[in-house]
């Protein structure tokens, strides 16, 4: 993960034109596959929870990537989700849900989800899960695939969700298979930014509303990009500020304070 020094410029604006560049992202989580990994599938929704390497107590989640294998196909059968672990009682499992995804086809094969994120604050563990639409466990089957050794980034519970019909979550582990070393986890790649949780929105005509999350940066404006002295933007109220757009290019940053 790459580190942020003190004082560094996370983000720079030009407001009359709304472009802003990228913050760095790095791998929060990776746990890879191989050609021995072992498909495991329920009925119903079941996932795994994890740990992201992360500097940030909330680390911005920028992609999220995971592979399935199924023995057949349907249109929009496939659902995400992503629960914080804040259930109560033991072991913690999934309460909040955070983000539940469109249905995604599901292909026939050994194939691969990649969903992409605006920088979405997520817990530094959180879950998440995947329900298989048309899984009957017996002539269908879909199912994610394990790894074969533990995440090269980031750590993962070695057990799995599965959500009853009830409601209620319940742990699982794998049944040993003789000559596989596998864990109860799944193959997946998470991508996060540690920067302070910017968010740049239009909230009417002729407006930009800037906020962030982390109250130790404060927002600067100067009028050109690589020249002027930059000052401090005054009516900020917490860690946002709404601006008129007024056809005058004007460039922002945060910095720590």
Avoid: C, H
């Avoid at 079941?46 to 249109?75: C, H, R, W």
């Avoid at 969903?115 to 604050?121: D, E, G, T, W």
């Amino acid at each position: 993960m790459t580190m942020i020094p003190s004082r560094s410029v996370l983000a720079l604006v030009a407001v009359a034109a709304l472009s802003l560049s990228a913050l760095q992202a790095g791998v929060g989580y990776q746990s890879d596959s191989s050609v021995s990994s072992r498909e495991i599938a329920l009925v119903g929704e079941f996932g795994n929870q994890v740990i992201l390497k992360s500097d940030a107590a909330q680390p911005l989640l920028t992609g999220f990537t995971f592979e399935y294998e199924s023995n057949y196909t349907m249109t929009k059968g496939l659902i995400v989700r992503f629960y914080a672990n804040d259930g109560g009682g033991d072991s913690t499992p999934p309460g909040t849900l955070l983000y539940q995804s469109n249905p995604f086809d599901i292909a026939l094969g050994r194939s691969q989800i990649a969903i992409s994120y605006n920088s979405v604050p997520v817990p530094k563990t959180f879950t998440y899960t995947v329900e298989f639409l048309g899984n009957d466990g017996d002539s269908t089957s879909a199912g994610l695939l394990t790894p074969d050794k533990a995440p090269s980034t980031g750590q993962a519970y070695n057990d799995i969700w599965l959500r009853l019909s009830g409601g209620s979550w319940q742990n699982r582990q794998l049944v040993p298979v003789p000559g596989y070393q596998g864990y109860a986890m799944f193959t997946a790649q998470a991508t996060v930014n540690d920067g302070p949780g910017l968010v740049i929105s239009s909230p009417a005509v002729n407006q930009i509303k800037v906020s962030w999350q982390d109250a130790t940066y404060k927002l600067q404006r100067r009028d050109a990009a690589t020249s002027g002295t930059w000052a401090d933007v005054a009516n900020v109220t917490g860690t946002s500020i709404t601006l008129p757009v007024t056809g005058t290019l004007g460039f922002f940053r945060l910095i720590t304070r």
